[in-house]
């Protein structure tokens, strides 16, 4: 059974950081990309950051560089997503996704809630 368990939202002050976790199970967590995106109120979802099977390539929206950094940790079958110098604009809900061509797969964690506000 895939899984894909998201935490570490909430709510932070501009300026502040938090860290999202997705862990995940079902799957050959090596073999996959990883990344984040998010749903902010009348948006359409974008990317926001991803991250090569190996770690080694990353990628990101312009409007996170500088202040987001994607990771995994292909031990623990989990990615992150450190966010720092958080702004109002990043309100959003968050998701992580695991991507893989071939064989194709295709999963999505459940969404977790981050609120930037003073």
């Known amino acids: ?12 002050q501009p300026g502040g950081s938090l860290r999202l976790s997705c862990v995940t199970s079902g799957f050959l967590f090596s073999t996959v990309a990883m ?3 998010r749903r902010a109120p009348g948006k359409e979802r974008e990317l926001v950051a991803a991250v090569g099977s190996t770690n080694d390539i ?3 929206a312009d409007s996170v560089k ?13 990615v992150y997503l450190q966010m720092s110098s958080l702004k109002p604009e990043d309100t959003a809900v968050y998701y992580c996704r695991a991507y893989r ?10 969404g977790t809630q981050v609120t930037v506000s003073s």
Do not use: C, E, M
């Not at 500088?66 to 989990?78: E, L, V, Y």
């Not at 061509?101 to 295709?106: E, G, K, M, N, T």
């Open 1 to 12: 059974q895939v899984q894909l368990v998201q935490s570490g939202g909430g709510l932070v």
């Open 35 to 37: 990344s984040w995106h």
């Open 58 to 60: 990353t990628t990101y």
């Open 66 to 78: 500088g202040r987001f950094t994607i990771s995994r940790d292909n031990a623990k079958n989990t």
């Open 101 to 110: 061509v071939q064989p194709l797969a295709d999963y999505w964690g459940q």
